[in-house]
């Protein structure tokens, strides 16, 4: 058993670790600027933007991050962005010395059409940048495109025409948010730390490279759904019935060769067959007979337990068992308390040619209702050649910057999401959770007996009526209801201090 637990433990860690490696940015322990302290919110962007030569500092110790970027500075930041490509000639704005640091960067921006000036003569060289002009002067430089407007800030009207489309482009692509409340404030300045974060942002972005769209699989004519699954003791046999029951499928129960006794499943006994399998990494339990007619399928819902964190060998044999190449495959578990984690993932190399779509986990309880709210959500091939995972995200955002969510889909997140979009107050917890009492309850039919956060989770804590995100260790506890995960923007989240507003949105 020991060498199950350290298994068990180094699974645990390992979760730990993507999960805090899901942020695309890293811990900094030395800014090398005296007045950005390592832990500060912005630190990994000014870091990043001076590291990749976006952003210089105010001197050569200092990076004034509450300073206003002005616009002068804005243009200079472009220009490095461009690649400082050689200029010539003057720029017509009256403002504007010759032989400044900024006046190559402004005169490349006026004659690229990234700045146009204020019409007057003037550019406005040291006024601070204010935020609708920063979106404007990012989206003029990435080619002006096209954007959806998406939902309304509610300061919306005060935005000018002109940089419209901008704001909209920077919040469809997740440049820029709102600051709270569903505010954008156009006319409010940026510091240079906000500046640091919304460039790196966009530089990372950018620096992505764009991976074709695959061309979506031809779809088989009459194309049927079938819902294999394998459970033990019964809890995903449920959840696999109401699949059945909800999209009038055909149901396959992968049945061991040699059925499981209670004994096989004791996991607290190292040697048992269940824990011996999962250790082994070419165990391939024989199934008892076969889906005949899998070619008839092109949809096929997935069901297994977790055990260890991952899904049961059996389901190894399974889908080497055929050919599952073009079809779409719908994971699903049960758990006592952990998350689908990596066992979904890990058993694509399985099935390498089919179109995995994101998994789900429920409680063995979760009701039929339940069930359907996430079928209902997934974009099967029946209803579009489009198979893009649709899992709901929200999109927090606060004065710090923006955290994005993915929900599970069970009873409190069905609640909670009538609730949506509002405004929350958050404030710390333990030094491991940022929390947010409720003021509308939640149901729980769902809930596990306990549940053992991971850094990213985010869940309602039933006692006391509070969301809680959890950053930092804590113990499994009775009450949390497990309602999602933070994909990214935690770092972001848990650097606030105090009490902070979150305006939290479904994402378009
Ligand atoms: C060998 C074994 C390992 C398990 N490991 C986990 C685990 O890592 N995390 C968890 O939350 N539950 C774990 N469980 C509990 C099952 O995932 C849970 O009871 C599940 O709903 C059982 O589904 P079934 O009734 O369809 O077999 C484990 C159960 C067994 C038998």
């Known amino acids: 058993m020991r060498n199950l637990k350290r298994v068990w433990t180094l699974f645990l860690s390992l979760a730990l670790v993507l999960s805090l490696c899901i942020p695309a940015y890293a811990a900094v322990e030395d800014t090398g600027f005296s007045d950005v302290a390592a832990d500060a919110w912005y630190a990994e962007f000014v870091v990043y933007c001076r590291d990749n030569g976006l952003m210089a500092g105010a001197s050569g110790t200092t990076f004034s991050p509450d300073t206003p970027t002005t616009r002068a500075m804005m243009a200079t930041i472009l220009y490095r962005l461009a690649g400082t490509p050689a200029v010539s000639g003057t720029d017509s704005y009256t403002d504007t010395q010759p032989g400044a640091w900024y ?4 005169l490349w921006a006026s ?3 990234v700045v146009s000036g204020y019409g007057n003569g003037l550019f406005g060289t040291n006024d601070p940048l204010t935020r609708e002009q920063m979106a404007t002067m990012l989206w003029r430089y990435s080619g002006s495109p096209s954007a959806n407007a998406g939902s309304d800030f509610a300061d919306e009207s005060g935005i000018a025409s002109w940089a419209d489309t901008a704001v909209d482009w920077a919040r469809e ?3 820029m948010g709102g600051v709270g409340a569903n505010l954008f404030q156009p006319q409010g300045q940026a510091t240079r730390a906000q500046m640091a974060t919304i460039l790196t942002r966009y530089h990372q972005d950018a620096e992505t490279p764009v991976t074709p769209e695959p061309e979506p699989e031809p779809e088989p004519e009459d194309g049927e759904t079938l819902v294999a699954y394998f459970s033990a003791t019964g809890n995903t046999e449920g959840i696999a019935q109401h699949i059945q ?5 055909d149901l396959y129960e992968i049945v061991p060769e040699d059925p499981y006794t209670s004994e096989d499943l004791n996991y607290s006994n190292n040697d048992c067959r269940a824990n011996q399998e999962q250790n082994d990494p070419n165990a391939r339990p024989a199934i008892s007979g076969s889906v005949e007619n899998m070619e008839d399928y092109d949809v096929v819902f997935l069901g297994y337990p977790i055990w260890w964190g991952q899904a049961p060998k059996i389901i190894h044999t399974f889908l080497e ?19 689908i984690g990596s066992s979904a993932t890990n058993l694509q190399s399985l099935a390498p040619n089919a179109n995995w779509l994101s998994g789900q986990r429920f409680s063995g309880s979760a ?3 339940t069930v359907a709210s996430w079928v209902e959500g997934l974009d099967l091939p029946e209803a579009s050649a489009d198979t893009e995972d649709t899992q709901t995200q929200l999109r927090l955002t606060f004065e710090g910057g923006e955290a994005v969510v993915v929900l599970e889909y069970n009873a409190t997140t069905r609640d909670f999401l009538t609730m949506l979009p509002t405004t929350l107050t958050f404030e710390d917890y333990a030094g491991s959770e940022k929390i947010s009492y409720l003021t509308q309850d939640l149901s729980t039919a769902d809930a596990p007996a306990n549940y053992d956060p991971q850094v990213g989770d985010v869940t309602l804590y ?5 969301l809680a995100i959890f950053y930092g260790d804590a113990g499994s506890s009775s009450g949390l ?3 999602g995960r933070v994909i990214s923007g935690l770092e972001l989240l848990s650097g606030m201090d105090g009490e902070f507003e979150v305006s939290v949105a479904v994402m378009e």
């Not at 029951?245 to 499928?249: A, K, P, Q, Y």
């Not at 039933?462 to 509070?466: D, K, M, R, T, V």
Request: proline fraction near 7%; charged fraction near 10%; include cysteine.
């Open 173 to 175: 692509n997740g440049y």
């Open 245 to 249: 029951t909800i999209l009038d499928t």
């Open 103 to 106: 006046s190559g960067a402004v």
């Open 321 to 339: 068992s055929y050919d599952l190449d073009g079809v779409t495959i719908v994971p699903f578990c049960t758990s006592g308390s952990s998350s």
């Open 367 to 369: 009701s039929q209702d």
């Open 462 to 466: 039933e006692p006391w009526g509070n």
């Open 111 to 113: 004659q690229n059409g």
């Open 481 to 483: 209801v497990p309602m």
